[in-house]
């Protein structure tokens, strides 16, 4: 390491010591016989002082030293002077006497200041990412970002559930979303789509008998972009077997209350309330009440309808997806009442938001067929469609049920983050669009004839 | 739970207790007046029996029970008889007398039986993977990868390392191996790239002050599939901020040590021996030698070579990429003796395959205009395929370095396994295919159009 401490360790316990830190220059004080630098890096600040003796050559770098600047320093730590403390950092009782500076990188004119409040624009604040990054707002929210993901798999873990990977190249299913495609190059004229979720796959995955999967994982929709959607966002996945709606509901309480608990430090009363779709939406409007009390407002959402009528299209379509299963003692209605056919489906939401969804699946290849009838969906579409799950449900398919996070939208809500887009290191505009590496961007000719493709002009469309 | 207890779970202690349990029909062995079922779930295996006496429903059922159909079987612990233990099994000393049954699911006749030794073609394992991962050695890899995940996380957590996600919609670098494209419909005749690693983020990452990240992160790369070879593929992406080859080399040995420690109980002695290229290919012959004892033979190969000279396109390239540091003392060789270039770049290898490879990056801006130019990058092509790093890197950059292991292939040599495709869950063929979900497969002319794309044909091209 180039470093023996790093800018947020020095202490009392460290005076005298000889150490070197490195990190950037957040601000330099001149004070004419004496130059303060306040030296950053992620674990916290530093202050450094240059006096012209004994050493002036290294005083008069310390003039130089811009912001931002990339340095290391050699020194000496010694108590700040009676009255100079500062109680609100932990390095606040110490400073280092600079012995020896190297400048390991200097920094241009920056756009906008390394402090919480700036009012650079976000077109400029993700062109320049890396400076955005280094506030502390936004260095705090990344880190409780990965501090959730931990406390999460770390419950799961215990839980038995086991991480699989499920594939990012797969098969289009013109359901729901648009998918992203990518054409193939070893076989003309065929696409992969991008996962909209690993919904089929983690069935198969119950089917394979892994009984418990989790997976915190990448979906990707092309839809048009709402104030708070990206193209790419992060799901935590879960499956289980052989369960019912009450296993999969306590689990996921226990799983955001042991994550509170964990990395807030905040206790979570369970259980969660929990409203009928239909109270919900005659009692506050919308199947996404915010009721409660306390800084965190969770409750369920349940029996959701398994249909809602498409007026344009004259059909009915699956609510949820059309995977979910009916509540058993509502499977006659499929016949009289589609309407009011409910499905063994619950969302999560937390302050008024959706946090998660999920259900109990279809697992009888029967009512599969029922269902898919039901919303019009030929045998041959359904082969087409989802063919492989229907055989895989046709060598013994457990029960099973599960749900997914939003953990973009949670970790915003946690961090009081006012987009999602503030708690994802790298996001994109409203028009798809990464104003720091410049994705999307043109390709050469020859890249898309490889893959046996060409474009069509916007106007001819 | 549909179940009170798993299939891995009765003992001895639960002598006379009524439970639930469920899985699937691995065996059935009728003797005429007892039927004795072996069922499965991913715990383990209990005996169940039936007599025709008490309840002669029951037994009849029993009767009708085919492999792989999937039960919930309500019955009373007991003691096997005197002489029918099976040690073997955790559950060897019990069974379960059946009291009632409930077929959840049928089983069509299987392709292959749920062994650990079958003749299937990987084509039909493929095919049926949800019944191939269903086999006791698929099940052991899929855990052991599981945990392994698990471990390297837990170790890094420990050492300060952030996990954070970088994007999969990104901007096409054609350097390096053949881009997989994603056509957009925000921005027409404008294409994502998925990524071939995190690296230019990873690195963005150091520049934003995270000082140390990592990520379990599936990159692409659209090759000519050879042997072991996937579209998509998995790796632990690291790297920290003001570090030495030492300090990324200890770190990883520290990091593998502990992981084989907490997976598989075994001791792993560090530091691995380091080889210089120059001798391992004369002496070896090879970048990769395998010496060593013990099971687990890892050595570092390092001092590689900064550039290659390509002869077919009459020019030097980077022998790992372009933002490889040179070693300093090598630096003056740049403009005398380009070939005897050192990297400060370092590969794992286990057992004569890599498993990781990393380097020291520069981290000066005119360092890195300088070896562009000895590759023969222009100012204009430097600054279109990476520009963003290149400014990044004039705001205070750094020094970094870092390293990334392939997790296929470590979770392959671990678990014994021939091939790579025998530790993903869902792996592709060499021709690129799923065969459980068909993909790629043939998309909507509309889908095509709505991404201002259409298809070549193959003759045409």
């Given at each position: 390491m180039l470093r023996t401490h790093t800018c947020g360790q020095l202490t009392e316990a460290d005076i005298k010591k000889e150490v070197i830190i490195c990190g950037w220059v957040q601000a330099r004080r001149d004070h004419g016989k004496i130059i303060f630098i306040d030296l950053r890096d992620r674990y916290g600040i530093t202050q450094v002082v240059f006096f012209p003796k004994p050493n002036p050559a290294v005083y008069e770098q310390a003039k130089k030293l811009g912001s931002e600047f990339v340095l290391k320093i050699r020194g000496t730590v010694g108590m700040r002077p009676k009255g100079t403390e500062n109680p609100k950092i932990p390095t606040g009782l110490v400073e280092v006497f600079a012995l020896e500076v190297e400048i390991l990188n200097t920094s241009m004119e920056l756009a906008f200041s390394i402090e919480d409040d700036i009012e650079a624009g976000e077109e400029t604040r993700l062109l320049h990412r890396y400076l955005d990054l280094r506030r502390p707002k936004m260095l705090k929210r990344i880190s409780l970002r990965h501090k959730f993901n931990q406390a999460l798999r770390s419950y799961l873990n215990k839980q038995d559930f086991l991480e699989i990977e499920t594939p990012f190249l797969t098969k289009s299913t013109p359901e729901g979303s648009r998918d992203y495609l990518v054409p193939s190059r070893l076989n003309p004229n065929k696409f992969y789509a991008l996962p909209q979720s690993p919904q089929l796959f983690k069935q198969i995955l119950m089917v394979s008998g892994m009984d418990r999967y989790y997976q915190i994982a990448r979906c990707f929709r092309d839809e048009d972009l709402r104030k708070d959607r990206q193209p790419e966002f992060t799901q935590l996945d879960m499956e289980m077997s052989f369960v019912e709606e009450e296993d999969v509901m306590t689990l996921a309480e226990n799983l955001i209350a042991a994550a509170f608990k964990e990395v807030l430090g905040i206790e979570i009363a369970t259980p969660f309330l929990r409203i009928p779709y239909k109270e919900a939406m005659a009692k506050?409007?919308?199947?996404k009440p915010d009721v409660g009390q306390g800084d965190y407002r969770f409750l369920w959402v349940v029996d959701f309808p398994l249909f809602e009528y498409n007026n344009d299209e004259k059909r009915w379509q699956a609510c949820h997806h059309p995977f979910t299963s009916p509540k058993l003692e509502d499977i006659p209605l499929l016949d009289s009442d589609i309407g009011a056919t409910r499905a063994r489906a619950y969302d999560l939401v937390l302050n008024g938001q959706e946090i998660a969804g999920g259900s109990i699946r279809i697992h009888s290849p029967q009512l599969q067929a029922k269902i898919f009838k039901t919303l019009g969906i030929s045998d041959e579409d359904a082969e087409k469609k989802f063919g492989f799950l229907l055989r895989a449900f046709k060598y013994g398919a457990p029960p099973h049920g599960g749900i997914a996070f939003g953990l973009d939208r949670l970790c915003a809500i946690v961090t009081g983050a006012e987009s999602i887009r503030d708690v994802i290191a790298f996001p994109k505009t409203q028009k798809g669009i990464c104003p720091l590496s410049d994705a999307p961007s043109s390709v050469e000719d020859a890249q898309l004839k490889e893959v046996y493709i060409k474009m069509i002009e916007e106007e001819k469309k």
């Open positions: 506050h409007g919308s199947d």
